[in-house]
């Protein structure tokens, strides 16, 4: 079985700085595509970025310029760096994994962590 597990979120001020970390563990060949969403309260869960295998990456207008995601194929981990964080930051942070092939050949789509939360205040 595959698991995500996210570290890192916390408490920061305004115009701080996030590290968010993902490690995935299971039986795992390969992982398509790694991301990071994020649901405030009241929120529809939002995509907040995502990085491919081959490192392609694609980001919400929102965080442009700010955050950056990063991800080691061999250790199958993504990393979320948020710089100049905003209140509007605020909100439940989830790792996702998409395309996971497993020894053995089990295909499987969109697995989720259990989410950390990021507060930011001004």
């Known amino acids: 079985q595959v698991q995500l597990v996210e570290s890192g979120g916390g408490l920061v001020q305004a115009g701080g700085s996030l590290r968010l970390s993902c490690a995935a563990s299971g039986s795992i060949f390969s992982i398509s595509v790694m991301g990071w969403y994020r649901q405030a309260p009241g929120k529809q869960r939002e995509l907040v970025a995502t990085?491919?295998?081959?490192?392609?990456?694609n980001y919400a207008d929102s965080v442009k310029g700010r955050f950056t995601i990063s991800r080691d194929n061999a250790k199958n981990t993504v990393s979320l760096q948020m710089n100049s964080l905003k209140p509007e930051d605020t909100a439940v942070y989830y790792c996702n994994a998409d395309g996971v092939l497993e020894y053995g050949g089990t295909y499987r789509r969109g697995i989720w962590g259990q989410g950390t939360q990021v507060t930011v205040f001004s």
């Open positions: 990085i491919t295998s081959s490192s392609s990456t």
